[in-house]
């Protein structure tokens, strides 16, 4: 069982930034994926950002050079650094743990992120 615990959301002005942060607890994880996904208003959720256990990093096209998704060394807190925040970032935040499949953000199929490990959300809204 893994336990994810997501916080840093909150409200800012279009340009501005939040760090998101997720804690884990529970089975260790060191070789799965984890991710951030999110859920607008009135939308589908929609992969952001997803590392695997080498490091490797994958973004939604969307983001464009303004996240980072990090993760500390014993992969129990995961990070989304977000710059450059635009009112149609507002959305939902979820982490996400060990889906199977490829952990490339932008190829994760709905199934697969259905049986991921999810985090309760932390809500980001950007004002213009």
């Known amino acids: 069982q893994v336990r994810l615990v997501e916080s840093g959301g909150g409200s800012v002005q279009a340009g501005g930034s939040l760090r998101l942060s997720c804690a884990s607890s529970?089975?260790?994880?060191?070789?799965?994926?984890m991710g951030w996904f999110r859920r607008g208003p009135g939308k589908e959720r929609e992969g952001v950002a997803g590392i695997a256990s080498d490091g490797t990093t994958s973004y939604a096209n969307f983001v464009k050079g303004r996240f980072t998704i990090s993760q500390d060394n014993t992969r129990k807190n995961l990070y989304l650094q977000m710059n450059d925040l635009k009112p149609e970032d507002t959305a939902m935040y979820y982490c996400?743990?060990?889906?199977?499949?490829?952990?490339?953000?932008?190829?994760?199929?709905?199934?697969?992120?259905?049986?991921?490990?999810w985090g309760q959300g932390t809500q980001v809204t950007v004002s213009s």
């Open positions: 529970g089975d260790p994880y060191s070789t799965y994926c």
């Open positions: 996400a743990a060990r889906w199977p499949g490829p952990c490339d953000i932008k190829v994760v199929v709905p199934a697969a992120a259905d049986s991921a490990y």
